[in-house]
Every structure is written in C-alpha cells, then in structure tokens.
C-alpha cells in the first residue's frame, strides 16, 4: 500500500513537471479554474451526500483536482409496546467526509471532452446508534444505550468520464471509476442506563477497533455540473 502511494506522487508529480517546463505551451494557454457540483439521484434513500470538486487545468489538456465530498445518514424507527401505549426509538447516525486529491489528462474536442486519471482519497467518519426506552428490538420502559465509533479512510481510485459544453464555459458530465478504500474503525463505547437498576445503573463496554478494505466502482449515477473561470 505505501509503495503504490509513493507511486502515485511520484507519477503526479511528473506530470506536474513536464506541464511546467513545457512553456511555450503554457504561454499560448492561460492555466483556467474549473468549480463544480455533483449530485447523486437516490430519491427517498435517507442518503444527503453533496460533493463539491475543484479543477486547475494546465495546457488545455492536464487538470490537477481535489474533490470534496460529505456523506450523511440518518435512519429513526419506533418501537411500540406490545398490548400497551409504551413508544421507544432507535436513531442510527452516520457521517464521513472524504478528501480527493488527483490528476486527469483532458483529451481534446470541441463540445465533448472525455478524460482519465488517478487520485488518492483520505477522509474521517462517525457512526452513532441511540436507542431510547428499548433494547433495540422490544420495548423496555427504564432502559436507554448508545454507541460511538470514530474512523478514518484512506484509498486509491481510477477513474473516466465526459465534460458537455452546454456553453462556452458552462459543462455537464458523468464519471465511472473504481477505488480501493481501507477504513480503520477506531476503539469505540457501547453504553447501556438501566433506570430499574438498584446496584449498577449504567454499563460500559469497549467496541474493539477494527479495519475494513474495499474495492468496488465509484461515480455510478453522478450528474456533474460545472463552471470554468
């Protein structure tokens, strides 16, 4: 894993230096700003995830960009007293925030301008669960828990897609990649309150760390609107 970060930077930072020492290019192309949006269609999902990303375009052809994109979840269900009036709640939270950054080569054409690159992705999270008058399946009138994970990411991505010009300076697009992405779940707290409790109301367990790896596609669905300055 640290021998193909290395890569990557080594890679980028190459590409960075041809661009710049290419000056006759670099004079005849003023280096443009790219700023855009995307949005991802999952209506009625419970999933809020903006994404805004920043492009700095050299030579007409080479784009350096950073992506920034915030995940949000949120999921509540009650559960109700058998043969009672009794009404408690789960609410399950989870939040990630993942920066990009990467290199795209731009291949030329007037309106449609497909390109390719790499990029390397960190980013941080939180998952919370609290569960109130219930023991997450029935109801329990004196007993309440929650739970707290931190956690923090770390990946590899490829990627392809399109820029339209609508415009002169107004595009949108679509990108189909694929990321390897490691998470490491930090020690977590699982705390239980028994309010019936007469010897040792509340309870609390360590959540043992953990760490994930996935590979998978990345950008399926993303409508990407954008502006270049």
Do not use: C
């Not at 290199?103 to 301008?113: C, E, N, S, V």
């Amino acid at each position: 894993m640290k021998n193909s970060v290395l890569t990557i930077i080594f890679v980028l930072m190459s590409f960075v230096g041809f661009s710049q020492k290419d000056s006759s290019v670099l004079a005849e192309n003023d280096v443009d700003f790219m700023l855009e949006s995307q949005f991802y269609p999952r209506l009625n999902s419970g999933v809020f995830e903006p994404s805004i990303k920043a492009r700095i375009l050299f030579s007409n052809e080479h784009i350096l960009r950073s992506n920034l994109n915030f995940m949000y979840h949120y999921n509540f269900r009650e559960i109700l007293e058998v043969n009672g009036n009794g009404v408690g709640s789960v609410e399950d939270r989870s939040q990630d925030l993942l920066l990009s950054l990467g290199y795209a080569y731009l291949f030329q054409g007037k309106k449609l301008r497909p390109y390719l690159g790499f990029e390397l992705l960190f980013g941080v999270g939180k998952d919370e669960v609290f569960g109130s008058r219930t023991d997450s399946t029935v109801f329990v009138a004196d007993f309440n828990y929650s739970s707290k994970i931190s956690s923090s990411h770390i990946g590899l991505g490829v990627f392809s897609g399109i820029d339209f010009y609508v415009f002169d300076r107004m595009y949108i697009g679509t990108e189909l990649g694929f990321q390897f992405l490691r998470t490491n779940y930090a020690r977590g707290e699982f705390k239980q309150t028994d309010a019936s409790s007469t010897t040792d109301p509340e309870t609390i367990t360590v959540i043992p760390q953990r760490k994930v790896s996935a590979f998978g596609p990345s950008g399926v669905g993303v409508i990407r609107v954008g502006w270049k300055f």
